[in-house]
């Protein structure tokens, strides 16, 4: 397929994940949860996915008594979020091709 395609990154909740992590440094794990709606167990696993993969970093703490999880996309995970962004968009631009079936 196409260079930079990432068939990892590319699962819908992970390409978001990717997405909102881009946008900042760390992240609380809560956030994330609650911007897409999932479960704790559904992001975790999707976390695990992409920590596995060398992608994301998590970091725990307490807060107010509370352990805290806090995500962040590693070197390698901005790296590879870029190259499968830009996969995609060399993709979508064949969109633009004319309809020769007409």
């Known amino acids: 397929m196409t260079d930079g395609f990432n068939d990892i990154i590319h699962v819908p909740a992970r ?9 900042v440094a760390e992240i609380e794990f809560g956030v994330i949860r609650d911007s897409l709606a999932l479960s704790d167990s559904a992001l975790s696993k999707h976390l695990r996915v992409l920590e596995n993969a ?3 970093a998590l970091r725990k703490g307490i807060v107010d008594t509370r352990t805290r999880t ?4 590693t070197k390698a995970g901005r790296a590879a ?5 830009r996969a ?3 993709l979508a631009a064949s969109a ?3 309809d020769f079936t007409e």
């Open 15 to 23: 390409l978001r994940v990717c997405s909102i992590l881009a946008e």
């Open 54 to 56: 060398g992608y994301i």
């Open 70 to 73: 806090w995500v962040n996309l």
């Open 81 to 85: 979020f870029r190259a499968h962004v």
């Open 88 to 90: 995609l968009r060399s």
């Open 96 to 98: 633009d091709i004319p």
